[in-house]
């Protein structure tokens, strides 16, 4: 029986691409008496309809190398987070939020600071930068109407299964559109009142690139809970901590009143940036009490 990768799910339908083509799929019974659901992404095995050569039916999952619950998507290998560096606003907590959810799963990461045009004297972009730079993480800026990094944000999803992560009216449909020509994702106004881009992605996909690399796109969404971080592994999840955690006076140091903290001090001392920081400790208050049966 083939194989192939479900790049598309609607409506209890899924859509595989497998060497002969797309082939339009049912998920068989034994999936929900396991209460297992095929996702996007997923490489499956199929029996093809003997009546139809383009429909047939999902018979096995085969192992999942990663899982997203938000956007509910299988075998993502890289996380593009993507925010504007104006309309909207930049939220760099919800940014470092996902940048936790990707650090979570081990997922490659790349940030991409997106709109650089409405930045005229690149001040705002390089605060931006250096904030996720400094923190150890592969930066790109872009802009889609100058077109500026374009070209090394599409080298950079080569070969890769990348989804994109952003609020809505940072551009990411717009990215996609501009890395590859073929695609024509709708793209949405920013309201003026609110500064929030109207919801143009309605379902998971995984769209294909010429260069041989997928990308998800996925409905733009503001906010999800980091279900299953706990907080005393949250300070892993911080790349820039990592030098200074075995340097702190205390085991089971929290990293947020304690003296002695090597990373308070590294803090104090403009080793690490005081919003990552923040987004820290709001993490970590949050997370410490959840109880464990919760999560």
Same mark, same amino acid.
């Given at each position: 029986?083939p194989?192939?990768?479900?790049?598309?799910?609607?409506?209890?339908?899924?859509?595989?691409?497998?060497?002969?083509?797309i082939?339009?799929?049912?998920a068989?019974?034994?999936?929900?008496?396991?209460?297992?659901?095929?996702?996007?992404?997923?490489?499956?095995?199929?029996?093809?309809?003997?009546?139809?050569?383009?429909?047939?039916?999902?018979?096995?999952?085969?192992?999942?190398?990663?899982?997203?619950?938000?956007?509910?998507?299988?075998?993502?290998?890289q996380?593009?987070?993507?925010? %504007?560096?104006?309309?909207?606003?930049?939220?760099?907590?919800?940014?470092?939020?996902?940048?936790?959810?990707?650090?979570?799963?081990?997922?490659?990461?790349?940030?991409?600071?997106?709109?650089?045009?409405?930045?005229?004297?690149?001040?705002?972009?390089?605060?931006?930068?250096?904030?996720?730079?400094?923190?150890?993480?592969?930066?790109?800026?872009?802009?889609?109407?100058?077109?500026?990094?374009?070209?090394?944000?599409?080298?950079?999803?080569?070969?890769?299964?990348? %989804?994109?992560?952003?609020?809505?009216?940072?551009?990411?449909?717009?990215? *996609?559109?501009?890395?590859?020509?073929?695609?024509?994702?709708?793209?949405g106004?920013?309201?003026?009142?609110?500064?929030r881009?109207?919801?143009?992605?309605?379902?998971?996909?995984l769209?294909?690139?010429?260069?041989?690399?997928?990308?998800?796109?996925?409905?733009?969404?503001?906010?999800?809970? *980091?279900?299953?971080?706990?907080?005393?592994? *949250?300070?892993?999840?911080?790349?820039?901590?990592?030098?200074?955690?075995?340097?702190?006076?205390?085991?089971?140091?929290?990293h947020?009143v304690?003296?002695?903290?090597?990373?308070?001090?590294? *803090?104090?001392?403009?080793?690490?940036?005081?919003?990552?920081?923040?987004?820290?400790?709001?993490?970590?208050?949050?997370?410490?009490?959840?109880?464990?049966?919760?999560?």
């Open positions: 029986m194989e192939g990768t479900i790049i598309k799910g609607i409506g209890g339908f899924y859509y595989v691409k497998t060497d002969s083509g082939i339009e799929c049912r068989r019974g034994k999936f929900r008496k396991d209460e297992t659901i095929p996702l996007v992404g997923d490489r499956v095995v199929i029996k093809i309809s003997e009546l139809d050569p383009f429909t047939g039916s999902v018979v096995q999952i085969l192992p999942r190398s990663t899982q997203l619950i938000r956007p509910p998507v299988a075998n993502v290998n996380l593009l987070v993507v925010l %504007a560096v104006r309309s909207p606003e930049p939220n760099l907590l919800l940014v470092d939020k996902f940048l936790i959810a990707a650090e979570s799963k081990r997922l490659d990461i790349i940030v991409c600071i997106n709109k650089i045009d409405l930045d005229a004297d690149k001040k705002e972009y390089m605060n931006l930068y250096n904030i996720y730079q400094s923190a150890g993480y592969r930066v790109i800026g872009t802009s889609c109407k100058t077109r500026e990094g374009i070209a090394e944000l599409r080298n950079l999803l080569k070969n890769k299964i990348t %989804a994109f992560a952003g609020v809505s009216g940072v551009g990411k449909s717009s990215l *996609l559109n501009a890395i590859d020509s073929r695609f024509t994702l709708q793209t106004d920013i309201s003026k009142k609110i500064e881009g109207k919801h143009t992605t309605r379902h998971v996909e769209l294909e690139l010429e260069n041989e690399g997928y990308v998800v796109d996925t409905p733009g969404f503001s906010s999800f809970e *980091l279900t299953e971080v706990k907080a005393t592994e *949250l300070q892993y999840y911080f790349r820039e901590f990592e030098p200074y955690i075995p340097y702190c006076r205390f085991n089971g140091c929290s947020t304690e003296p002695g903290c090597a990373v308070l001090e590294a *803090l104090k001392n403009g080793d690490i940036v005081p919003s990552r920081h923040q987004s820290y400790v709001q993490f970590y208050n949050r997370l410490k009490d959840i109880k464990e049966w919760k999560k």
